[in-house]
Structure formats: structure tokens, C-alpha cells
């Protein structure tokens, strides 16, 4: 896998003043409780109350990292992997 893609800053768009975020995050669905992590390797990890049924753990994991980086859900978005449990993530500012 692309060390790399682990966590990336892409810049702020000169038009609009928007800059890019992009993480990778395991999920773990059907926790006790909802949290999301940083590891030392500069991945993320996410334990879910939600079981992945409906999109109800994307729905939740989209909630989770917007409240950790500040931001509104629309701003976040899941780039590939939705149906994974290993899920690349942008993040819009």
C-alpha cells in the first residue's frame, strides 16, 4: 500500500481558499463506544457503536472525523472503501 496515502495535506485551492485533507482509517464496527485514533504509523482507527447494515457505520464514521477535525459532515467525504474496512477519507476546509 502507498505509504504516502496515510495522511496527506494537498493545499489550499488559490479560487476558493479550500484545502484538502486525506486520511486513511480502519474501522471496527459494533464497539462499545465511538473513537477515532491516530496511530504512530500516521494511519487512523475507528471503533463504531453501528453495525456496517444500511451505511449506518459510514454514517456514523462521516460524523466521527468531522467532529474531530473541526468540520461539517458535507465536508467530509469517503473516497473509496466504503464497502471496506480499511477506507481512504478527504477532508475539505
Not at 486520511?23 to 504512530?40: G, M, N, W, Y
Amino acid at each position: 500500500m502507498d505509504e504516502s496515502w496515510k495522511w496527506r495535506f494537498y493545499g489550499y485551492d488559490n479560487n476558493s481558499g479550500i484545502g484538502m485533507i486525506r486520511i486513511e482509517v480502519k474501522v471496527k464496527p459494533c464497539a462499545r463506544e465511538s473513537t477515532l485514533i491516530q496511530q504512530d504509523d500516521g494511519t487512523w482507527s475507528a471503533r463504531l457503536k453501528s453495525a456496517p447494515v444500511d451505511g449506518k457505520a459510514n454514517k456514523e464514521l462521516v460524523q466521527l472525523v468531522a467532529t474531530e477535525f473541526g468540520v461539517r459532515k458535507n465536508e467530509v467525504t469517503i473516497r473509496a472503501g466504503a464497502g471496506a474496512r480499511i477506507k481512504r477519507i478527504q477532508i475539505e476546509r
